[in-house]
């Protein structure tokens, strides 16, 4: 593979930059994935195609490369779609609830896999709350597929499911900028499309390409914008929470503008040990859900198919006592 071509294809900057075919895209990242792409040429690569930025032709030929060496998960035997959470960014500024969001909904039986990096550089990530409720990080694909189908909630890293992607994070620590993979991990599945994935970005360029790729492929998906880029809805104000499912979107909850009239009930701290021992209280019903979080949770009820539509959705989490919520 010629890789001074694409690099002199991609190199160019935002005016004269080719963009490539889904078909090239998808031939390129499999060597980027599979190791077959020089040091030099492989950063060169990765910042050029950070200058242009991708489009969702390229992305969907990213991930599909990344699909093909995805070590894939068996769906558990029910109904209901797993919910699929990425979990990249941690918390440095509040508290992080994706925890909380996946607790909630092993409540009602909804199997829950969460994938995601085990440092946090300095972040408070989800593996590390979970382990102040006893639930480690799978260590292979064999541990993670048991533990699904005997517990329902698993997190698993990345390097477990997709070392190459894993690989590809890893640059950043190199280059010191962001590179595709941190948009890709955002959008992986890994029971390849028969989970409901919780997709999240913070700038809306990222949502609408999300859209166009989750969209073109038919994912199942609640798409958001992301708290400090963690896929749970902002405690303080609710995003949009749209459905995406076979090709259509629909918008599940609009986007609050009026100012706060009340303060949420959050954690003092954003700790690790601080913010499980809120939502243990929580959990126990000794504190108040934040409203965004239960509209969160709602969704997840209709679009896993717990729920036949959005209004039983929303009632049930009103019967569990969250019912300020889910107007």
């Given at each position: 593979?010629?890789?001074?071509?694409?690099?002199?294809?991609?190199?160019?900057?935002?005016?004269?930059?080719?963009?490539?075919?889904?078909?090239?895209?998808?031939?390129?990242?499999?060597?980027?994935?599979?190791?077959?792409?020089?040091?030099l040429e492989l950063g060169a690569i990765a910042i050029a195609l950070r200058l242009k930025g991708e489009t969702a032709d390229e992305m969907i030929g990213f991930l599909a490369a990344a699909?093909?060496?995805?070590?894939?998960?068996?769906?558990?035997?029910?109904?209901?779609?797993?919910?699929?959470?990425?979990?990249?960014?941690?918390?440095?500024?509040?508290?992080?609830?994706?925890?909380?969001?996946?607790?909630?909904?092993?409540?009602?039986?909804?199997?829950?896999?969460?994938?995601?990096?085990?440092?946090?550089?300095?972040?408070?990530?989800?593996?590390?709350?979970?382990?102040?409720?006893?639930?480690?990080?799978?260590?292979?694909?064999?541990?993670?597929?048991?533990?699904?189908?005997?517990?329902?909630?698993?997190?698993?890293?990345?390097?477990?499911?997709?070392?190459?992607?894993?690989?590809?994070?890893?640059?950043?620590?190199?280059?010191?900028?962001?590179?595709?993979?941190?948009?890709?991990?955002?959008?992986?599945?890994?029971?390849?499309?028969?989970?409901?994935?919780?997709?999240?970005?913070?700038?809306?360029?990222?949502?609408?390409?999300?859209?166009?790729?989750?969209?073109?492929?038919?994912?199942?998906?609640?798409?958001?914008?992301?708290?400090?880029?963690?896929?749970?809805?902002?405690?303080?104000?609710?995003?949009?929470?749209?459905?995406?499912?076979?090709?259509?979107?629909?918008?599940?909850?609009?986007?609050?503008?009026?100012?706060?009239?009340?303060?949420?009930?959050?954690?003092?701290?954003?700790?690790?040990?601080?913010?499980?021992?809120?939502?243990?209280?929580?959990?126990?019903?000794?504190?108040?859900?934040?409203?965004?979080?239960?509209?969160?949770?709602?969704?997840?009820?209709?679009?896993?198919?717990?729920?036949?539509?959005?209004?039983?959705?929303?009632?049930?989490?009103?019967?569990?006592?969250?019912?300020?919520?889910?107007?």
């Amino acid at each position: 593979m010629n890789f001074a071509h694409f690099i002199r294809e991609l190199g160019r900057g935002s005016e004269g930059a080719r963009d490539m075919s889904l078909q090239e895209a998808q031939q390129l990242y499999g060597a980027m994935l599979d190791g077959g792409v020089p040091e030099l040429e492989l950063g060169a690569i990765a910042i050029a195609l950070r200058l242009k930025g991708e489009t969702a032709d390229e992305m969907i030929g990213f991930l599909a490369a990344a699909n093909e060496r995805m070590y894939a998960l068996r769906r558990p035997p029910g109904r209901l779609r797993p919910v699929v959470i990425p979990t990249y960014n941690g918390a440095r500024k509040g508290a992080n609830l994706v925890p909380l969001l996946a607790l909630l909904l092993r409540r009602f039986a909804i199997p829950v896999v969460l994938h995601g990096l085990i440092e946090g550089y300095g972040r408070v990530t989800s593996a590390q709350i979970l382990r102040e409720f006893g639930l480690l990080p799978s260590t292979s694909q064999l541990q993670a597929q048991q533990m699904l189908n005997e517990n329902g909630l698993i997190y698993v890293p990345l390097s477990v499911i997709c070392p190459g992607l894993n690989n590809q994070l890893a640059l950043r620590n190199r280059l010191g900028l962001r590179n595709s993979a941190h948009s890709l991990v955002k959008m992986l599945d890994p029971f390849t499309g028969e989970g409901l994935l919780l997709a999240a970005a913070t700038h809306p360029d990222y949502l609408d390409t999300m859209r166009e790729v989750l969209g073109a492929l038919g994912t199942h998906a609640l798409l958001l914008r992301g708290t400090e880029g963690e896929p749970f809805a902002n405690p303080k104000r609710r995003p949009r929470i749209e459905h995406l499912h076979v090709g259509a979107c629909d918008i599940l909850f609009e986007a609050e503008h009026d100012s706060l009239k009340t303060l949420p009930n959050l954690p003092e701290a954003f700790d690790a040990k601080t913010t499980a021992d809120w939502m243990r209280r929580v959990l126990a019903g000794e504190s108040a859900l934040p409203p965004p979080i239960a509209n969160q949770l709602a969704c997840c009820l209709y679009a896993s198919g717990y729920a036949d539509d959005f209004n039983q959705a929303k009632a049930i989490v009103a019967v569990e006592g969250f019912g300020l919520a889910v107007t």
